[in-house]
């Protein structure tokens, strides 16, 4: 899969395009499906199929007070969609204050048209773009009728009718309740979440569970407060399963501790400290809880490694 950034030079694709437009944060089972119906329509024509998404999501700059927490990184977003094998290009746009003030007129001219030749564009049937969300599907398609491409308005995917269709939003939903199995179903895949390994308090260490501190990025989704068994990928890219604590640890902090995302990582004892990590939640164990002494906190803790044990091994 091809990256650009904002424009594609002349001539890089070759050829027309099948494009569709999204976040696409979390790429997930119903945008895979949307993907394999525009790498369908485009080896039926001989066309390019081409994700155009943001660098970031728009409502970031539109609304920040609002945004909703991001499922991937734009890294992973891009690893996730050349994974498909279903993408021969994505076109990363900037989006910024000036992009928010386009009007949706001038982003199909300038994007759609005159820069990636759109002969086939693919959206959600609800789609807005441009200035105060000011284009839709029926701007498009009547533009479209007058510049020379066709319009795809899509629906939300679900796997059975009368079931709750996969979308970025049922993911964070279910996060939230930390329904980290429900929100693998839609993913079609473990929640994974990315960052570095920082130095900590050593408290975990002084338990009998050195625990690696890892700072995730404020704007990511986090699953709710919890306790989980998941995995834990080094540099190395080995995946090694883990007990994972998310939360304030109430046990010595009550309600006033930092949040912190603490993985202790099964029958290893390497040095972590400073990697970049990937973190994947499996299942949930049990919410955090306050224990009035750590020696019980210490039981409780043995308990749940075994538990974590029980739900990978499990597959």
Do not use: W
């Not at 494009?19 to 945008?31: N, S």
């Not at 939300?156 to 970025?168: H, I, M």
Request: glycine share 10%; with cysteine; proline share 5%.
């Amino acid at each position: 899969m091809k990256v650009f950034r904002d424009l594609v030079p002349p001539g890089a694709l070759g050829t027309r395009a099948v494009v569709t437009i999204g976040a696409y944060d979390g790429v997930h089972r119903g945008h895979r499906a949307v993907l394999r119906l525009v790498r369908d329509l485009a080896a039926a024509r001989g066309l390019a199929s081409v994700v155009l998404t943001f660098d970031r999501h728009p409502a970031e700059v539109v609304r920040p007070e609002s945004a909703p927490r991001l499922l991937t990184t734009l890294d992973q977003k891009l690893e996730l969609l050349a994974a498909t094998g279903l993408v021969d290009a994505c076109v990363v746009i900037g989006f910024d204050e000036a992009r928010a003030k386009e009007t949706a007129p001038e982003f199909v001219h300038e994007v759609l048209v005159d820069n990636l030749r759109s002969e086939v564009v693919v959206v959600g049937a609800d789609f807005h773009f441009g200035y105060r969300r000011g284009g839709n599907v029926a701007l498009l398609e009547g533009m479209g009728a007058d510049l020379g491409f066709e319009v795809i308005g899509l629906g939300l995917v679900n796997e059975r009718p009368g079931e709750p269709p996969f979308s970025s939003t049922r993911v964070r939903e279910l996060l939230a309740a930390g329904a980290v199995a429900p929100a693998a179903e839609v993913l079609g895949r473990d929640h994974e979440v990315r960052g570095t390994v920082e130095a900590g308090d050593q408290r975990g260490r002084e338990l009998g569970f050195p625990t690696a501190n890892v700072a995730v990025p404020d704007q990511i989704c986090l699953p709710a407060d919890g306790v989980y068994g998941g995995t834990l990928t080094g540099v190395d890219g080995v995946e090694r399963p883990a007990a994972i604590s998310l939360g304030r640890r109430p046990t010595f902090y009550a309600d006033h501790g930092l949040l912190l995302l603490e993985v202790f990582v099964l029958d290893y004892a390497g040095d972590l400290y400073g990697q970049a990590v990937r973190v994947r939640f499996r299942d949930k164990v049990r919410d955090q809880q306050r224990f009035e002494r750590v020696d019980d906190l210490v039981e409780q803790m043995h308990a749940d490694v075994a538990t974590v044990r029980r739900i990978l091994a499990s597959g």
